[in-house]
């Protein structure tokens, strides 16, 4: 999976590189019903913050359940 190789490459060096890919992925996966894979990204990253961006009605009780 995608989301794991970027959790995997994310650190100091290269964060600000891989930000928006992963802005990218998790947008990707909110509008696609993987809002697991996109909840998981963001916790390994540590940036659960970005999540409030993609959210709407018919993922916001999905991403409420899981976390």
């Known amino acids: 999976q995608l989301e794991g190789e970027i959790a995997e490459e994310w650190n100091i060096e290269n964060m600000d590189t891989l930000l928006n890919l992963v802005q990218d992925v998790v947008a990707f ?13 963001l916790m390994e990253i540590d940036r659960l ?3 409030t961006q993609h ?10 359940l899981y976390l």
């Open 49 to 51: 913050d970005l999540l």
């Open 55 to 64: 959210m709407d009605q018919s993922n916001y009780p999905r991403v409420c």
């Open 29 to 41: 996966d909110m509008q696609h019903s993987a809002e697991i894979q996109a909840c998981d990204l």
